[in-house]
C-alpha cells in the first residue's frame, strides 16, 4: 500500500515540525529533549497500523471488545497479537510484535494482557520499534504498593525506548478522522471538533452515549488511566497544533505537573479554548479523588489560581462542561458584551436579563437608528428597547426583522433569541431565520425555543448551523457568557515576570545560616533575605548584647521598637517579646527584659538576640500581608490580602502561582474585596499600589528562584501612601534542598525559567 | 343532572368551611372580612359550569380558543355567551349570563370580550350571581393610562359584587382533576400534584409544552395577568388547603402585597411547599420587569429577606424551579442532610461529592456494620465508604445490595445513585431497583443513570417512582439539597415578634415635634425615640443656651462629646461640628465655636442647640449599625451590619423585614460574614449580642408601630461587653401619614399585627 504508506511517512515529517515549532515557542529556549513524548502524537491519533496486543475472540473479553471496536469503523490495519491464536475475527493473529511484517511500521500498540505481563508486553513494543502505546490493562499505581512499583517500571521502559504511552488503566483512546475506536468502551463517536481527555474512563462512556444522541461530535477522545507516561499537558500541546481540534476538553482530577501545564494550556488557550472540570475542589471531593486514583490532591487554591492563570475555563458540573464545548466549537467570538435579547414572551425575556445581570455579560443599548427602524417594524404594544419584546402574535417576518435589526446593531455584540410556543410560530421556520441570520451576520447567536416535542427538528436545523437551544434561558446567557470569558483569555497577552536586579548570594546566605544552625524556622533574622531582594524593610540590627542594641538604637531616628529573636518562640507578642516604643535610654533595660521574659517563658529556647527596628507607624499605612507556599503540583503560591481581620476572618485573598507578571501581581491586589480600603476609603491617603505590586513580584522571584523556601509570610507589610515596609517576616526552609541545591541553578535568572 | 347538582353543593359547602379554617388560622383574629376573596377557590378550579362570555367559532379568535379547550375534557357544563349566535360548536349559546338558566349557579364565568366592553361584562357577571370570573381581555393596566383607569373600574366591581376575578390580561386558568382548560392557549396539562402560577401566560404555554413531554403533570395552573383581584397570597392560600397541592410553583415578577404573602406563605409553608422565580433580580432584570408589566420593582434586598421570611424556596432559573418541583412532589423528606452515594464509576462519583461539598448536605459516614456488610458484599478492589464504588463490573446484584445496605444505615438521610453504562448493568433493571428499594426504606433517592436513549424507558419507570434523573450529577444533589432546604423550612416553629414594655406615646410626641417644625428629617434631637422604645442611649440634653450646655456637662461623669442638632447639616463631622472629649471648662466655648461654624457652613441651617453627649469609650465596643427603610411592596426593611468599611465597602449585612422574633433577630446579627468579630475575634472581649439582638426587635417593633417612619439609621450602636449604646440617629419622617394616622392604630400592640 504505498500510497498509504507515503501520506503516513508525510504525517510523521508534520509531526516533527510541529514538535519544533513547539519547543520554539518556550522560553527557556532549551533543545526539546523534555518534550520528546509529546508532538503532535498523530501515530496515536491517526495510526495506519494499529496492533492488539492480547487480542482474542473470547466473550465478554476487554481484548475482543478492542478489536471488535477497531474493526467497526477504523480505516487503517488491525493486527491481532497474541501466541494462543492464529486468526482473530479473520485476521491473522501472530506471537509477538517481533513477528509482525515491516513491526517497526506499526504506528500503535495497544496492550490488554494481564498485569504482570503487560511491562514485557510494552517492552516488546519498544523493541519492535513501536513508539505509541495504549495500556489497557489495570492493575497498577491504583492498586497497592505492588502496583505502584509495576508502574514505576512501566515508566522506566517507556523512557528506554521513548514511548509515547497512554494509561495503565486507561479505556483507550478514539479519533474520528481515521474511524480509530482503540477503546473497549462506547462506540465511535459523532465526528467534530471538539477533543476529549478524561480520567475517568466511566465518564467517556457516559458522556459518548449521551453525546451522540444530543448530536455532539468529537475529534478524538482519550482516556488518561493512571498517566504514567503521557498526561494532560502532552494532550493539551497535541491538540493545540491539531488543526482539527476547535475545542479541548478535559475532566481531570489532578494535574502532574501544574508549571508545565500552566505554560501548555498558556499557549494553547491563544486559540483553541481549554475547558475544564477538575473535580476533588471539595474537602469531600479530594477524599474521593484520593480514594478513587490515590492522587495526593494539591491544594484548591492553587488549582483555582493555576488554571485561572493558565486561562483555563474551569466549570463546575457536566452541563456547563458541554454546553461550553458546544458554543466554542459552534459559535464566534462576540466583539462586545453587550447581548440583544429578541423574544416573543416577556416574562422568560425578564428571566433572561436577569441572567445576563448574574453574567459578565450586559444588555445592549440599541443605537437610535435600530430603536426607530424597530418602532417602524413593530406593533405598537410592542417594546423596542432591549429586551425586544414582539409579544405574542410575532409571526416569523416580525421576527427575523427584530433579529436582523438588533443583530445589525454596532452596539450588540451577540443575542440571545427567545421563542414560547404559539399559533402563529413555526419553530422549524424561526430555526431557519436564526441560523440565517447568525451567518449573515457573524455575531454568535443562542436560542431559547421553548416547549417540548415539538423543538426537536428545529433544535437540528439550529445544530447544523452551531447554535446551541435550550429550555432554560438562563443556559443559553452562560454559554454566550463563556464565549465572552473566552474571548478575554484568548486576547491576554503573556507578560513575562520582571527579573529585578537583586543580590541572589546574599540571599543565600541567610538560607544557608538556617542550614548552619540546623533550623528550618527563620523569623525577623531574616529581614535581609528581603532586603537582598528589594523589599522594602524598617532600618533594624538584630542586637546579641545589651549594649548593641543601644548603639543599634542610637544609630536610628527616634524611638525604636524590640523583638525577641528565636526561631523557638513563633508568637512573640503573646509572651510580652515586643516592645513599641523605646526611647534610646530604656533600650538596655528594654533588652535585659525581653530576654529574661523569653528564658521564663521557654528555658530551653534557642535566643539568637534582639532585633532593634525602626518604628513604623502603622496608622499611617494599610496592613497588608504578602506569603507564599508551596503546592506539590503547582509550586510556589503567592498570597496577598490586608492583614488582621481581612485575611483571617473575612478570608479576603488573592493568590497566584508564581511566577507572576506585573499584571498578575496587580490582579491580586485589585482583586480583594477590600481593596477600596486601598485607594482611600474613608478618607485615608491611598496606600502605593505600585509598591505592594513590586512588592510582590520581587517574592515572587525570591521563591522562584530558592526553591527551598517552602513557606515565606510578610506580615504585616505596611503600605503607606508612598511605599511599602515589609515589618516582620516569617518563614520555613527545606534544609536538604538548600543543601543539595546547585549554586547555579539558584543563580539562573528568573526569565530564563519556563515552569 | 341532580346527581351533580348535589356534588356541586357539597363542594361549596367544602369550601366555605375549608375558608373558615383559613381565618381560625390568623393571627389577628379578625373577622374573615379582608379574606372575602380568597378560599379555596373551588368556583375557579372545580367548577359545574361554566360560561364563556365572547364565545365563537371564528377562526383564529381567543374566543374560539377557550371554548374548544373546554370541550376537550372539561367532565361539566360549557356555556357560550354572544349575542350574535344562538349555538357555538353545537351549544345552545345565550346573549348574556342574565339569559342562562339558574344564572346564578354558573360557577366560573371566563370573559373574553373586547376591553372597551369587559368591565361591563364582569357588572353582569356579579348582577347575575356568578362569583367567580376569569378576564382573559389584555388592554388594562399594562398599556398605559386609559387602561389603568379601566382596571380600576374593574376592581371596584369585583369589590362591589364581592368577585374571585382572574386578570385581567390572563391566559385563563387550568385544573386537571376537573378537565378544565378554560385557557386560550396550550392544551390540557397532565395530571399531577403540582399547581403553578405565573404572572407569564407566554411562561405557561412554554412550560406545559415542556412538561408534558418530560412526564410532569400539575394539579391547577393559573396565569395571573394583571392581578386586579386575585393575586399570589390568594393562591397560596387556596393551595395550601388544597389536599390535591403537594407543591405550589410560582413565576411571579413582582408581590403586590410583602406583607400578606408572608403570613399566607410562611402558612403554607409548614406542609406546602412553595417554590418560586421572582425575576426581575437584577438591575437590568427589575428594568425589564417594569416595561413588561407596568409595576415599579421593590428592592431586591426586600425580596430577598422577605421570601426567605415566607418560607419560599427562591429558585433563580427555570431548570431550578422544576428539579425542585419534582424531587419535592415525588420523594419524602429526609431525617437528616447525610448523603449516600453508590456508582459504578469513580470519576462521577468525586463529581457527585463535589458537588455534595458545595450544598448544605455532607457525605454521611456509614457506621461499621454497614461498612462490614459492603465489605463482604463487595470486590476488594470497591471502595465501601463513602461514595461507594461499586466499580465498573458490578451487575445489578452488587448494585442492589450496596444501595439496600446504603439505604439501611441509619447515618443515611438520602442517597444518589449514579451509573455510567456498562456491558453488565440494565438500566431498566437498575430503574426498578432504585424505585423498590426508595419505596422499602422510606428515604429519598435522586437517580443519575448516565447516557442517552438507553435511559428513557428506565427514566419513565423511575418517574412512575417519583424519582427524578439526570445526566449531570451537581443536579441530583441540587434536587436533594432542595429537600433538605424545605425540611429545613416545615420544621421552622414561627415565633412571634416579642412585645417590648414601650413608651408609645413619649415616641408620638418625638416624631410630632417634627411635624410641628415641618420637617421630615431628624437627628440626635431624635434620640428620645429610641429611649422611648428601650433602646440603650448614652445620656445626653440638648442645650440652646451655652450655659444650659454647661449644666448638662456637670451632670455627666467624665468628658463629654459635644455636637450641632440641626436638621439642616447632615454630615456633622464634615463642618467640624463635632467634638470629643471636652472638658467641663472647654463646654461653653466648645458650644459657642460649634454654633458658629454652623452659621459660617450654612448661613440659613436651623440651629436647634447642642447636644451634650455622655462619652461612648469606642475602643471597648464594636460600631455597627442597625437600620431601616420602607420598601413598597414588603413595608419596613431592618438592616443590621458592622460600621464603617464593613456596611460602606465590603457590604456585609444582612437584612429583614419587620416585624422580626428574636430568632430573625439572632440570626440577621449571627449572618454577616464579619460576626466573628462580634464573638470576640482576636484577643477582644466578644459583645453582647444579646443587647444587640433586642434593639433589632425594638427598633422592629418601633417602624412597625409608626409606619411614618419612612428611614431610620441608627449609626453607630456601639456594642461593648455589656450591653449597647445608640449614639447617634437619624430618620425621615412622613409627616403626612403622622398627621393623618390615628393615634389608636399607632397604639394597637405588636402582637395583634399580622401583617
Known amino acids: 500500500m504505498p500510497s498509504l504508506r507515503a501520506r503516513f511517512q508525510f504525517r510523521i515529517l508534520g509531526s516533527r515540525s510541529a514538535g519544533n515549532g513547539i519547543t520554539f515557542k518556550l522560553e527557556s529556549g532549551e533543545p526539546s529533549g523534555v518534550d520528546d513524548n509529546t508532538g503532535e502524537l498523530s501515530g496515536l491519533f491517526a495510526p495506519e497500523r494499529v496492533a492488539v496486543v492480547g487480542a482474542t475472540e473470547s466473550e465478554g473479553s476487554i481484548g475482543r ?151 455532539i461530535g468529537f475529534k478524538d477522545v482519550v482516556s488518561l488511566g493512571n498517566k504514567a507516561v503521557l498526561d494532560e499537558t502532552d494532550f493539551v500541546r497535541a491538540w493545540d497544533d491539531d488543526p482539527d481540534t476547535n475545542v479541548i476538553l478535559g475532566y481531570l482530577e489532578g494535574v502532574e505537573d501544574g508549571g508545565a501545564f500552566i505554560d501548555a494550556a498558556r499557549e494553547a488557550s491563544g486559540d483553541t479554548p481549554v475547558v475544564m472540570v477538575k473535580s476533588g475542589r471539595t474537602e469531600a471531593g479530594a477524599q474521593a479523588v484520593s480514594s478513587h486514583t490515590g ?64 453574567s459578565r455579560l450586559s444588555l445592549a443599548s440599541f443605537s437610535e437608528s435600530t430603536v426607530e427602524a424597530l418602532s417602524e417594524a413593530m406593533p405598537e404594544e410592542a417594546n423596542v428597547y432591549n429586551p425586544i419584546d414582539a409579544i405574542g402574535d410575532a409571526d416569523i417576518d416580525r421576527f427575523e426583522r427584530a433579529l ?49 416535542e415539538r423543538t426537536e427538528s428545529a433544535k437540528e436545523i439550529l445544530r447544523e448551523g452551531g447554535i446551541p437551544n435550550y429550555f432554560d434561558p438562563a443556559r443559553a446567557v452562560g454559554s454566550l457568557d463563556a464565549l465572552s470569558r473566552y474571548r478575554e483569555i484568548s486576547g491576554r497577552e503573556y507578560e513575562s515576570p520582571e527579573a529585578f536586579d537583586v543580590d541572589r548570594e546574599r540571599a543565600r546566605a541567610v ?57 523557638d518562640i513563633l508568637h512573640k507578642s503573646d509572651i510580652g517579646g515586643v516592645k513599641v516604643g523605646v526611647t534610646n535610654e530604656d533600650v538596655y533595660d528594654a533588652y535585659e527584659d525581653l530576654v529574661t521574659r523569653a528564658r521564663n517563658y521557654q528555658p530551653d529556647a534557642e535566643i539568637l ?32 490580602g490586608l492583614g488582621g481581620i481581612f485575611v483571617e476572618i473575612l478570608e479576603d ?56 523556601i517552602l513557606e515565606l509570610d510578610v506580615n504585616p507589610l505596611v503600605a503607606g501612601p508612598d511605599g511599602v515596609q515589609a515589618v516582620d517576616v516569617r518563614l520555613t526552609v527545606d534544609t536538604d534542598e538548600l543543601d543539595s541545591s546547585d549554586p547555579n541553578s539558584a543563580d539562573r535568572p528568573t526569565e530564563e525559567l519556563d515552569s
Not at 524593610?537 to 525577641?564: C, F, H
Not at 527596628?613 to 502603622?618: G, K, N, T
Not at 490582579?667 to 505592594?692: F, H, K, Q, T, Y
Open 295 to 358: 492522587t495526593l490532591a494539591g491544594s484548591e487554591q492553587a488549582y483555582e489560581a493555576g488554571l485561572e492563570q493558565a486561562g483555563v475555563l474551569r466549570v463546575e458540573n457536566v452541563q456547563e462542561l458541554f454546553d461550553f464545548a458546544q458554543i466554542l466549537s459552534g459559535q464566534p467570538l462576540p466583539d462586545s458584551d453587550d447581548v440583544a435579547i429578541v423574544t416573543n414572551a416577556g416574562g422568560p425575556g425578564v428571566m433572561t436579563t436577569d441572567a445576563v445581570g448574574d
Open 404 to 452: 436582523d435589526l438588533a443583530l445589525g446593531d454596532e452596539n450588540v455584540g451577540c443575542a440571545v433569541v427567545l421563542s414560547a410556543p404559539t399559533a402563529v410560530i413555526d419553530f422549524d421556520d424561526l430555526a431557519r431565520v436564526i441560523t440565517d441570520l447568525q451567518a449573515d451576520h457573524g455575531k454568535p447567536v443562542a436560542a431559547v425555543l421553548m416547549g417540548g
Open 511 to 567: 538560607l544557608s545560616r538556617a542550614v548552619e544552625r540546623g533550623d528550618n524556622r527563620l523569623g525577623v533574622e531574616a529581614m535581609d533575605l528581603l532586603d537582598a531582594y528589594g523589599i522594602s524593610t524598617p532600618e533594624g540590627v538584630i542586637a546579641d548584647q545589651p549594649e548593641e542594641a543601644v548603639a543599634a538604637a542610637q544609630n536610628i531616628d527616634g524611638d525604636v521598637v524590640m523583638k525577641i529573636v528565636s526561631p
Open 65 to 215: 471488545a478492542i478489536v471488535e471496536n477497531l474493526r467497526a469503523d477504523f480505516a487503517g490495519e488491525t493486527i491481532p497479537v497474541n501466541p494462543n491464536y492464529d486468526e482473530v475475527f479473520g485476521l491473522a493473529c501472530y506471537p509477538d510484535l517481533g513477528s509482525v511484517p515491516e513491526s517497526s511500521e506499526i504506528d500503535l500498540a495497544v496492550v490488554v494482557v494481564p498485569p504482570t505481563i503487560a511491562v514485557e508486553a510494552v517492552r516488546d513494543c519498544g523493541e519492535a520499534g513501536v513508539r505509541n502505546v495504549v495500556v489497557i490493562t489495570a492493575g497498577f499505581g491504583e492498586t497497592g504498593s505492588e502496583g505502584a512499583s509495576r508502574e514505576r517500571e512501566l515508566t522506566e521502559v517507556a523512557e528506554q525506548y521513548d514511548l509515547d504511552l497512554v494509561g495503565p488503566n486507561s479505556l483507550g483512546v478514539m479519533s474520528t478522522t481515521s474511524g480509530l475506536n482503540a477503546t473497549f468502551g462506547p462506540e465511535n463517536a459523532l465526528p467534530g471538533s471538539i477533543s476529549f481527555m478524561s480520567q475517568s474512563g466511566a465518564f467517556i462512556t457516559a458522556v459518548l452515549d449521551w453525546a451522540t444522541d444530543e448530536g
Open 653 to 708: 485573598t488573592e493568590t497566584r502561582v508564581a511566577p507572576v507578571s506585573e499584571r498578575e501581581a496587580t490582579e491580586m491586589v485589585e482583586g480583594i474585596r477590600s481593596a477600596p480600603l486601598l485607594r482611600g476609603a474613608r478618607g485615608r491617603e491611598p496606600a502605593d499600589r505600585d509598591a505592594i505590586v513590586e512588592s510582590l513580584q520581587r517574592l515572587s522571584q525570591l521563591v522562584t528562584d530558592f526553591p527551598a
Open 609 to 640: 538576640g534582639v532585633q532593634v527596628q525602626e518604628m513604623v507607624d502603622l496608622d499611617a499605612g494599610t496592613e497588608t500581608i504578602i506569603g507564599m507556599n508551596r503546592d506539590p503540583q503547582f509550586g510556589p503560591l503567592l498570597l496577598f
